[in-house]
């Protein structure tokens, strides 16, 4: 975190991570949105949110992000129906 956020703040709109366990929306320092899209295999565990979070969510799944230039949108879909999460 100490690392990372320097290198964002104020460069970075959107941080885009892939993790095992679970799906995230996290609000940032700076402004700067946190994707963890996860869920993709490894055992899930139980997430607690945090101050920051604007989604959480203990699944297995999967996110698709849609641009163009003028929106940026995503959604945070299982794995077994496709279904939103």
């Known amino acids: 975190k100490g690392k990372l956020l320097p290198v964002l703040k104020d460069r970075a709109e959107i941080y885009l991570a892939g993790h095992d366990h679970d799906l995230q929306h996290l609000k940032g320092e700076g402004g700067v949105q946190f994707f963890v899209s996860g ?6 565990r139980p997430i607690q949110p945090v101050e920051r979070s604007l989604f959480a969510k203990s699944a297995y799944g999967f996110t698709v ?6 929106q940026l949108s995503y959604r945070q879909l299982n794995d077994a129906s496709m279904q939103q999460v």
């Open 65 to 70: 992000l849609e641009a163009d230039a003028k």
């Open 39 to 44: 869920g993709g295999g490894a055992k899930i």
